[in-house]
């Protein structure tokens, strides 16, 4: 998202491509984009909505509600993907990712910093006792792209809360495994200061909105998708959401986080989504569903304002994006 300094953010770079080419060809074509839409449902391509049975089935979850929104579809989501650790491309962590992450056994978090009991979290110990549902959430990356994903995971709040946090912790900080052996881009994108970190205020941590997610459309998370844990914090730009996580710790100071030490005027700690502020390269106002042709307007919070816009009362929201 910031790797290529430029003036605009290219619609091909937030439309999968091969959906992007195929509506080049239309548009060529004479065709409208209603006329394009029309058709849509005749594509020989359609993604596929649901998960092929190569992929590990999880078990004995709590099944969510079907919301108004249709879920992205399964392909669509595991083939267009922000993990900077593989590629910056969005298409190539489906190809350079499985069996990176999910063949390295045992998987084992550590927990450390103002707590009562630092340990770590063993992931095959988890996934055998932890109280796993299923949470249907927007996703809204900053570079104005959106999906709506079934996740599977548990309270980031039950999690944290086994650990004994003490008073003085006031934010959480996370780590993604630093493995350059397994992960590419993490020996040629030397540009960014691995490991990816990220970070949330303590409340925003124990929100019941926020998720440390194990799986996704009823199976394990993919490689791609940041096996074995990943935090999905559906009200903040998707860079929050840090995949692949392998270290978390407790502290008192607002920690550092990728993107921000990275380019702090354009990505900010809080990153709240906001359409009324603007990334300084490209608007925030508007989002293009993936799968859909027009583009929608983005939603104060990402549309989650009534559950968490009292964690900010009293905060300016356009000096803290
Ligand atoms: N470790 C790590 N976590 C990450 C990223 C990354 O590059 N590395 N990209 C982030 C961004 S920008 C987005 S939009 C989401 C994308 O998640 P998805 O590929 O599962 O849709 O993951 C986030 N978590
Ligand atoms: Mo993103």
Known sequence: MLHRVRSDISSAEITPEAVYQERRRFLAGGLTAAAATAVAGLWPFQARATPPSRYTALNGYRKAEPGPESLTKFDDAISYNNFYEFSTDKDAPALLAPDKLTTRKPWTISVSGLCAKPGTIDMADLLARAPLE????????????????????????????????????????FETLLDPERMPGQRTSLYYSWPYQEGLRMDEAMHPLTLAAVGIYGVVLPDQNGYPLRLVVPWKYGFKSIKSIAAIRFVEQQPKTL?????????????????????????????????????RDTLMFNGYGDQVASLYSGMDLRVFF
């Open 259 to 295: 993107w921000n030490t990275t380019a702090s005027r354009e990505y900010g700690f809080y990153a709240n989504v906001n359409p009324e502020v603007d990334h300084p390269r490209w608007s925030q106002a508007r989002e293009r569903r993936i799968g859909e042709f027009r583009k």
């Open 134 to 173: 299923e949470r249907i959430y927007r996703l809204r990356c900053v570079e104005a792209w959106s999906m709506v994903l079934p996740w599977i995971g548990i309270p980031l709040s039950w999690l944290l809360k086994q650990f004994e946090p003490l008073g003085s912790a006031k934010y959480v900080a």
